[in-house]
């Protein structure tokens, strides 16, 4: 009897060590639970769990682990891009090459995700000078809050990531605009 | 690797994994959550809770903070109720057009009492120099 009952909780303990061992479990904490929302709240019951939606969504490490770029670019979502019929919708497809001089490997800055989300307006030019070169960027400054920082550590992926951004080793000569 | 040592390490790897989740309680805000309360508490209502990966799923970043000029900093946006009412901020879409309407209370304001304004969800990396 002690002795299945042993061998029930190792064979659980053997099942959940294998589930965490494969690392791509991703968890979302449940509205009740997750520290902004009143547990005693009579929305709780009607609003969206995240895991119900994120959990259809093509994973990625960190922010909410979603790959929101992907998301799009599969036709997973599609959300508007407008909501008055004039705005004109523009799309940027260059990409340039920041931080050519450093000792990590090179940054690559990529227009079309950040067009498929953003207005040009939402970055030029009060964040960054729309000309190669032309902005000096500091990780520290990010780590702050700004410049990339405004938006990766906030509400797109955040600066743990450090590769996403850092995405081309410098022994290869990399093509695309250099500053 | 001896069946021992095998074992040794499923077990440091487990604890470790249970110190994790046991560190991580209570949970985290989703990412990117937004609590907004500068007057809601003191009017005695509770806080309001934006979830940015609701929203982002069905609008780009774009139509809120370019087309409709939300600011893109928590607590910029000085968002009165009775302009909601009138059609400004959240009232934007929340009209009984684009979504329901600002009768419906409960759903914005659903934050836990206390609760600062400002940007949730573990990974943010504010420091001084933002503020």
């Known amino acids: ?179 | 690797m001896s069946r021992k040592t095998m074992t040794r390490r499923r077990l440091i790897r487990i604890c470790v994994t249970l110190a994790f989740a046991l560190a991580a309680f209570p949970a985290p805000a989703e990412y990117a959550d937004v609590v907004l309360n500068k007057r809601s508490e003191k009017e005695g209502v509770r806080p309001v809770v934006f979830s940015h990966w609701f929203h982002r799923i069905r609008f780009r970043c774009k139509v809120c903070h370019f087309e409709l000029g939300f600011k893109m900093r928590a607590g910029a946006n000085d968002v009165l109720m009775a302009d909601i009412i009138d059609g400004k901020f959240c009232g934007m879409c929340h009209n009984n057009n684009i979504a329901w309407g600002a009768d419906r209370c409960d759903l914005c304001h659903s934050g836990r009492p206390g609760l600062k304004s400002g940007i949730y969800g573990g990974h943010q990396t504010l420091g001084p120099g933002r503020w």
């Open chain 1, 1 to 179: 009897m002690l002795s299945r009952a042993l061998r029930l909780i190792a064979m659980l303990l053997l099942i959940a060590d294998a589930v965490l061992a494969a690392e791509v479990v991703r968890r979302w904490a449940p509205l009740a639970q997750d520290g902004v929302h009143d547990p005693k709240s009579p929305a709780l019951k009607l609003l969206q769990e995240p895991r119900e939606a994120l959990s259809a969504l093509p994973p990625v490490a960190g922010g909410n682990q979603v790959d929101w770029v992907q998301a799009i670019e599969q036709g997973r979502i599609n959300p508007r891009t407008n909501i008055f019929p004039e705005t004109r919708v523009r799309l940027l497809e260059s990409d340039v090459l920041l931080n050519l001089r450093g000792s990590t490997p090179i940054v690559r800055f990529p227009h079309r995700p950040h067009t498929l989300w953003l207005d040009c307006g939402n970055c030029h030019e009060h964040l960054f000078k729309s000309r190669a070169g032309a902005n000096k960027l500091s990780m520290d400054a990010m780590l702050q809050g700004e410049q990339c920082g405004v938006c990766h550590g906030a509400v797109s992926f955040p600066l743990t990531e450090c590769n996403r951004c850092h995405s081309v080793p410098r022994a290869k000569p990399a093509q695309g605009k250099a500053r």
